[in-house]
């Protein structure tokens, strides 16, 4: 390759690669959720999965008590390792506001409002709130998956393994 055409390629390679990263990007954004043919507009039933393979750390607590009218209320933020064929358990989210991001790997989501289950990789991030959402979660990628949570919590509930 000739010297004088060597920044014009490396200018449409750079291109090339941004537009690949936007692509991805778009994706990315949209994976890890429900089909929209597979939404369900009333919450159906979940199995009630057991505690497996789960080890919880709580990474910070931010008293938010009194702010803007909250209640007695907590900022938390978890690190939970779900183990080779771990789950964490069903639970509810009518009044718990929770986001939950893959640090990594690959985990599976058993959702009310989803007739099918849902993947959620590495990057991918998940709003959990809201009057009738009930899931779990399951590793049957074959490595140790990372889930960052950050919840709104009571102070009574900072300890409970299950929330």
């Not at 057991?50 to 803007?68: K, Y």
């Not at 779900?82 to 929770?98: E, L, T």
């Not at 809201?130 to 074959?142: D, F, M, Q, R, T």
Request: net charge neutral; proline share 7%.
């Amino acid at each position: 390759m000739s010297r004088r055409y060597a920044p014009a390629i490396r200018g449409l390679l750079a291109g090339a690669a941004c537009t690949a990263a936007l692509i991805q990007g778009i994706s990315a954004a949209q994976a890890g959720t429900c089909p929209a043919d597979k939404q369900l507009k009333q919450p159906r039933t979940v199995e009630n999965a057991p505690d497996v393979g789960i080890r919880r750390e709580t990474l910070s607590v931010v008293n938010v008590t009194g702010w803007r009218n909250l209640g007695d209320l907590r900022l938390r933020t978890r690190r939970l390792t779900v183990a080779v064929n771990g789950i964490v358990p069903f639970h509810r989210h009518d009044d718990r506001p929770s986001i939950v991001y893959v640090a990594s790997g690959e985990i599976i989501e058993h959702s009310a409002f989803c007739s099918v289950p849902i993947t959620h990789r590495t990057g991918e991030w998940t709003p959990e709130f809201g009057p009738g959402h009930a899931h779990w979660w399951e590793n049957k990628s074959g490595k140790e998956v990372v889930l960052l949570s950050s919840d709104i919590v009571p102070p009574d509930m900072l300890d409970d393994p299950d929330m």
